[in-house]
């Protein structure tokens, strides 16, 4: 089933698990996420790749919800894979999971068109959130990697106040996902449930004219909404 809200749109998946494919070179680590996904009721592995390359060639066919990527892989590097994913099949979010956390890596893989990156030390529960985060719409980050990215945009652009027409609760939801809070800790810090923070979300997407959290937090911080 698929709701439209103004420009945006999302397909509700009903008693269907989300598919996730995984692209990790190092094989206990690979069929490590395997068990993990497999083991979450919601979730199945749909494809289990060591290369971009195998993974390239076999992507539609998988009907992939979510793609899982480590960056370091052998042959074609994780940013070019995440780029010639977002070709191949530009409304599957991609999620980075990798022990590169230096300012060039997420930066690379965010203008790639990653939706989300997450550091291999991240904890089970927390990557499972992060994949329904992910095929929700959202972009989930380690807070280390947001901090990163809010730094690396603070410097690019020194930001300037523009006009927009969020409400004062929308701006405190793009705050916290701004500091890369996610879906779940920004309803806890508001007092709100999830499906309020969703509803915010899908409303500054639109109101931004954005479709990601990284899009919405970088057009924030060019503008000086956020801090």
């Known amino acids: ?3 439209h809200t103004g420009p945006l749109a999302y397909t509700l ?19 490590g996420l395997v068990v993990l996904v497999n083991g979450s009721p919601d979730m199945r592995v749909a ?4 290369s971009g390359e195998d993974a390239l060639r076999r992507i539609a066919q998988d009907r992939a919800d979510v793609v899982l990527t480590d960056l370091g892989l052998p042959g074609m590097s994780g940013v070019e894979v995440v780029e ?9 979010p991609i999620l980075v999971l990798t022990v590169h956390g230096e300012d060039q890596h997420v930066f ?3 203008c790639a068109g990653a939706c989300g990156y997450l550091l291999k030390d991240v904890e089970p529960d927390r990557l499972l959130e992060a994949i329904r985060e992910l095929q929700a719409g959202g972009a989930p980050m380690s807070p280390e ?3 990163r990215v809010v730094l690396m945009f603070q410097k690019m652009a020194p930001p300037k106040v523009g006009e927009h027409r969020l409400s ?6 793009l705050q916290l996902l701004a500091e890369g809070q996610s879906y779940k800790t920004c309803g806890h810090r508001l007092s709100v ?11 500054i997407y639109e109101e931004l004219h954005v479709h990601s959290k990284s899009e919405a937090v970088i057009k924030a911080l060019k503008s000086g909404w956020v801090r």
């Open 1 to 3: 089933m698929v709701v």
């Open 47 to 50: 494809g289990r790749y060591s």
């Open 84 to 92: 010639r994913l977002r070709e191949l099949q530009p409304r599957v």
């Open 145 to 147: 990697i947001a901090r």
């Open 108 to 110: 690379d893989a965010l």
């Open 13 to 31: 998946r009903v008693d269907q698990p989300i598919r996730v494919v995984i692209i990790e070179d190092h094989r206990n680590t690979r069929e």
């Open 168 to 173: 004062p609760r929308e701006l405190e939801v």
């Open 193 to 203: 449930s999830v499906d309020t923070i969703r509803f915010h979300v899908r409303r």
